[in-house]
């Protein structure tokens, strides 16, 4: 059995992993420590932002991170708003990069 991080240590080891790849992100909403869902809004800057949630995939039997949605910004932060109306326990991390960088692909990012 593998041993699942806590949200809290997931969001702050990837949010130093980001600040030492000269990405600006902070934290939208601070979620349950232990067991809170992530999502990740990356804003590119211009008006449009991207929205990635982890998901479990049943057939892998892993955990990956999934876009769930895209398009103006403000559409993207109503639906964090609608998201945390929900669950009050969801993690909300803010990426601000024109480039489109948001690491999650990276080995050791799954959580």
């Keep these: 059995m593998t041993a699942r991080l806590t ?12 600040r030492l790849a000269g990405i600006p992100a902070y934290v939208l909403a601070h979620g349950d420590d232990q067991a809170g869902a992530v999502l990740v809004k990356l804003a590119t800057l211009d008006g449009q ?16 991170w ?35 960088r948001h690491l999650l692909d990276e080995p050791g990012l799954e959580g």
């Design 66 to 100: 999934v876009l769930v949605g895209e398009g103006d910004e403000a559409a993207m932060d109503a639906r964090i708003e609608r998201e945390r109306g929900r669950d009050r326990d969801l993690w909300v991390i803010e990426i601000e990069d024109r480039a489109g």
């Design 49 to 64: 932002a991207k929205l990635y949630q982890r998901l479990f995939d049943p057939m892998a039997e892993t955990r990956r």
């Design 7 to 18: 949200a809290d240590f997931w969001v702050h080891a990837y949010l130093a992993r980001l």
